[in-house]
């Protein structure tokens, strides 16, 4: 006997026990893909990029000399790298079928050691980003060798901390740089790094980790590195690695670091600003309801700041008084709608027009991103932009507002542009650089201030190519002469110089450098070529904005591990210069400038630095070998285990997953054999996922035995509800279609085709070896479902915190047509709320309705901790069904520790309250009785039935786990308590 099931498991159950929602990938375009084979590396790329194929090979193959000589190792294997335009293309790749949000700019895949990348408009973030994940490809190869090359040996890959992961890979690419001083410099002051016994996710855990492996090769030597690798490929725990290699474990290191830590951090505090001390605070995160307040910018009137935040779980920008802060209102709702699905909040800015009446951002929309105007501060959209650029960003009001500026890159090269706000009408600006961030006009738009870095060197592979692959090169401010043509080096010093700001009358330029080892305020004076620092705060200073008047200054700053928007009222009055001097005599004075690489090149205006990439690459790069992408399958997974007992016989299962390269063509192949072919259970798929309408075909055998009333297809089994035991062999198969508007809104169809072969057994038969027969029936069942989906929700540890989710099905079966032996039309809904009130606590809301009709109509059941708690498990069916729930959840143990006599260590512990209503019936809809009146004068809940309670969640290694307790009542009678334990993710 195969396996026995004591519930009835319904084939057309309520959707919301299926896997129905979710947000969509979407594939805009279709993309024809080549091959470049350069010396160590197959870079794959699509029509138009070649050039940027090209340069990714010379970063690659320069990286790869650098990295094998680091970590004294050669890859067995040529490595595929598949490079995106824009991370709007790259956000369509089907190597991962997760999405891929902004804050991802690239990966490994570990198992086919592919890279996937984007190209940002950025050739400094291209070339940290290649690096990276190279070293991730050198990393793996060391540490798990022989385990990537055997299929069926990767399900015994050992778990490594994040931050050694990821802290090898950004030191290897930068050493060391401003971001990582900054946030290690503020987690040490506030006391939130973490102990390296531990493993944390997040942003943290890779510039702390680029801290700790900078900490052990500057105390033990970078030789170490290497070592580490290498032992911990051979003793597979990270502990004992350190322990054979620098001679303490994780512990042990994390004593000696924080104690470095704290000596070189801990003296700031005397010598630097609080920001509280020297601006005003407008937004404040440490309030817990926020973690980004960014991107300000001050009205040209001075009465207002629009702003970027996620206070509301969500990126949204709002608008407050500049006079007090106050918060006017919401001006736009982001990551909800196809419209404003990111706001890039890591390289872009916000800009009013002149009547200070509307204000200008980008926004990912769709397939690209587009240029919108707001009106303020009502919200309305105005107007809306879309060239055809890979990416936008930073857009800048022209001071007549007749046009806008912004940074536009397409076909692996970035410029400013301009669209003429009544025509639509582009034109290009300046083009040229390795990259641009942030522009901004003089107030008679006759100048252009831009950060760059090195304009001209875009133009050349040769220039490129003396980009040294692990050397951060810098960003100047320039300003272009807009009639003349002429650009104009402004900076000079080997810092990063940002954001560029006007003064009123245009003889100064503020800016962000990092030239102290901070990024501070700087203010560059073009009447005497002086530099004068005006602030020298701990945290950091980001995309300032000076009011037309002069009078005022807004700013973002980290500090407390978040970011919040400052204003300093009055600059000239309340800012004392820190120091001012030529701008070319001018030195970096970070305290940890020695540890940085000396930057590859200047500017070809002045003199190009002799090439550190030999010459003989740029002449491999002009010759490499193109070729057109073939379809070629290869394993993804190959997974399965063998048993035998004498009662049972020969069992076992095997999971097969192969697709190709880019993941557009995936198999997968699942059984589960058992003593016979008969019993044996069989699903294949194979889905095409390259256009936007995703197409999937499957086939399947499926052996069940069941102890229930009725069949799977709700069918009663005999009088009553006297339950049978019975098998169903289930096989046939089945083709999906799912078409995605956007990236949260999809409809799906899908045809099932399967023939069940029913077994009705003797009763008491099911502990005999063979059951014996009493009814053999046969039904061929056709069947057609049309469901359209909606969910734009975001998702906390244990299940969505925010948003809205929802899904209309219609199901039936075939009769006319096919012959379907089975009758019956189904429709559900399925809605969810959730209400976020702060990080930890939300409300959330669900409600199901259901209706089966026809000769053979479903049944449904409602009953137990997944559905309505307080009665047993499937205690009401109907053909008709309806629930309601609603959960208050919120923190409630963050860490419960006890050291004896068993140490047990217990944290994250989530408390819910509940109410659940909801009821089964046959009929139809309108046939249900809410609630009867009684002789006694009393009222009570008839076909419906509610039940509240309180209960608990905890994650114990992958499983959500829930505890509720619930008192059914129908309003009139005594409540009574049932417990539930049910696993699974909350609704």
């Not at 589960?672 to 072919?677: A, L, M, P, V």
């Not at 095409?688 to 999937?696: E, S, V």
């Not at 989530?910 to 009146?933: T, Y």
């Amino acid at each position: 006997m195969k396996r026995v099931c004591l519930v009835l498991l319904l084939l057309v159950s309520i959707p919301t026990l299926a896997s129905g929602f979710g947000k969509n990938k979407v594939q805009y375009k279709v993309f024809d893909w080549a091959i470049l084979s350069s010396k160590h590396f197959d870079i794959y790329y699509y029509e138009g990029e070649e050039d940027l194929a090209r340069r990714v090979a010379v970063i690659a193959d320069a990286s790869y000399d650098s990295l094998s000589s680091h970590l004294r190792h050669q890859l067995k294997k040529r490595t595929p790298i598949i490079v995106y335009a824009s991370h709007h293309d790259f956000q369509q790749t089907n190597v991962t079928t997760s999405l891929l949000e902004e804050g991802t700019e690239g990966f490994t895949e570990i198992f086919k050691n592919r890279v996937v990348i984007h190209f940002d408009g950025s050739y400094e973030n291209l070339r940290h980003l290649v690096y990276h994940e190279l070293t991730h490809v050198f990393t793996f190869d060391i540490v798990y060798g022989g385990l990537l090359e055997s299929i069926f040996t990767r399900q015994y890959l050992f778990h490594l901390p994040l931050w050694f992961m990821e802290g090898i890979p950004e030191f290897e690419a930068s050493s060391w740089d401003t971001e990582a001083e900054m946030v290690m410099r503020d987690a040490t002051i506030h006391g939130y790094y973490f102990p390296l016994q531990y493993d944390v996710y997040g942003y943290l855990a890779y510039k702390q980790g680029q801290s700790v492996i900078k900490y052990i090769a500057d105390k033990y030597g970078p030789e170490k590195i290497p070592d580490i690798l290498q032992s911990v490929a051979t003793t597979r725990n990270i502990d004992a690695a350190l322990i054979k290699t620098i001679g303490v474990d994780t512990q042990g290191l994390t004593k000696s670091y924080s104690d470095y830590l704290r000596e070189r951090y801990w003296p700031d505090v005397s010598t630097k600003d609080d920001p509280d001390d020297v601006a005003q605070r407008l937004t404040d995160h440490r309030d817990g309801k926020s973690f980004i307040n960014g991107m300000p910018a001050i009205s040209p009137d001075g009465q207002m700041i629009v702003y970027l935040s996620d206070k509301s779980g969500y990126f949204d920008i709002y608008v407050m008084s500049a006079i007090d802060g106050r918060e006017i209102g919401r001006l736009v709702k982001g990551q909800r709608s196809r419209d404003f699905e990111s706001f890039h909040s890591l390289r872009s800015t916000f800009s009013w027009s002149p009547d200070s009446r509307s204000v200008a951002l980008v926004s990912k929309r769709g397939k690209g991103d587009a240029l919108y105007i707001i009106g303020v501060p009502d919200g309305r959209r105005m107007k809306r932009f879309q060239p055809e650029f890979d990416t936008m960003s930073y857009p800048a009001w022209s001071p007549d507002g007749e046009s806008i500026a912004f940074v536009g890159s397409r076909r692996g090269a970035a410029g400013i542009y301009s669209v003429d706000v009544d025509t639509g009408e582009i034109e290009e600006i300046h083009s040229g650089a390795l990259e641009y961030s942030a522009i901004a006009y003089s107030k008679d738009a006759r100048r252009l201030a831009f950060s760059a870095i090195a304009p001209g060197c875009v133009d050349s592979l040769c220039q490129l190519s003396r980009v040294g692959p692990n050397v951060k090169p810098t960003r100047d401010i320039y300003v272009l002469d807009i009639e003349r043509g002429v650009t104009d080096r402004v900076t000079y010093c080997p810092s990063e110089d940002l954001s560029p700001v006007w003064s009123e009358d245009g003889s100064k330029l503020m800016f962000v450098s990092d030239r102290d080892g901070t990024y501070n305020l700087y203010i560059y004076d073009f009447r005497d070529s002086t530099t004068a620092q005006i602030t020298n705060v701990l945290g950091g200073i980001f995309t300032p904005s000076w009011s037309r008047q002069g009078n005022r200054i807004a700013f973002a700053c980290f500090n407390e591990a978040g970011w919040d928007v400052f204003q300093i009222k009055n600059p000239a009055e309340n800012l004392e210069v820190v120091r001012k001097q030529k701008e070319d005599d001018w030195e970096w004075a970070a305290p940890w400038l020695e540890e940085r690489s000396t930057v590859a090149f200047a500017p070809p205006v002045i003199d190009v630095a002799p090439g550190i990439v030999d010459s003989s690459i740029i002449e491999q790069a002009l010759e490499y070998e193109v070729k057109r992408y073939r379809v070629r399958f290869t394993p993804d997974w190959v997974g399965g285990s063998f048993q035998y007992s004498t009662a049972y016989g020969l069992g076992g299962f095997t999971q097969i997953a192969v697709s190709d390269v880019l993941g557009n063509h995936r198999i997968s192949i699942a059984t589960e054999f058992f003593s016979s072919f008969e019993e044996t259970d069989f699903l294949g798929i194979y889905n095409y996922l390259k256009h936007r309408t995703n197409y999937g075909v499957g086939v399947f055998h499926f052996k069940n035995y069941y102890y229930a009333s009725r069949t799977t297809m709700g069918i009663p089994i005999g009088e009553g509800r006297v339950n049978r035991f019975f098998s169903e062999r289930n096989y046939g198969g089945l083709v999906v279609l799912s078409y995605p508007f956007d990236k949260y809104r999809r409809v799906e169809v899908d045809f099932t085709a399967q023939r069940i072969d029913r077994e009705i057994y003797a009763e008491g038969s099911e502990y005999l070896p063979e059951p014996v027969v009493t009814t053999r029936t046969a039904d061929d069942v056709y069947s057609i479902r049309v469901s359209y989906v909606k969910d734009n929700t975001i998702w906390g540890r244990m299940g969505p915190v925010g948003g809205t989710r929802y899904m209309l099905t219609f199901e039936k079966s075939v009769v006319d047509v096919l012959g379907s032996d089975i009758n019956y039309n189904n429709g559900y809904v399925d809605f969810r709320k959730y209400f976020r009130f702060t990080p930890s606590t939300s409300l959330a809301f669900r409600l199901i309705g259901a209706t089966s009709q026809g000769a053979d109509a479903a049944v449904f059941t409602l009953g137990g901790g997944y559905t309505l708690r307080g009665y047993p498990d499937f205690e009401f069916e109907g053909n008709n069904m309806a629930l309601a729930n609603v959960e208050l959840r919120y923190p409630f143990i963050d860490r419960l520790e006890m050291r004896g006599p068993i140490p047990l260590l217990l944290g994250g512990i989530r408390g819910v309250l509940f109410f659940d209503i909801g009821g089964a019936w046959r009929g139809q809809f309108k046939d249900f009785r809410f609630a009867r009146a009684y002789p006694d004068g009393t009222e009570r809940l008839e076909d419906f039935h509610a039940a509240y309670g309180f209960g608990f969640r905890m994650i114990f290694s992958y499983l959500l786990m829930r505890l509720d307790f619930a008192w059914g009542t129908d309003f009139g009678g005594p409540a009574q308590r049932r417990v539930h334990f049910t696993l699974g993710g909350d609704f």
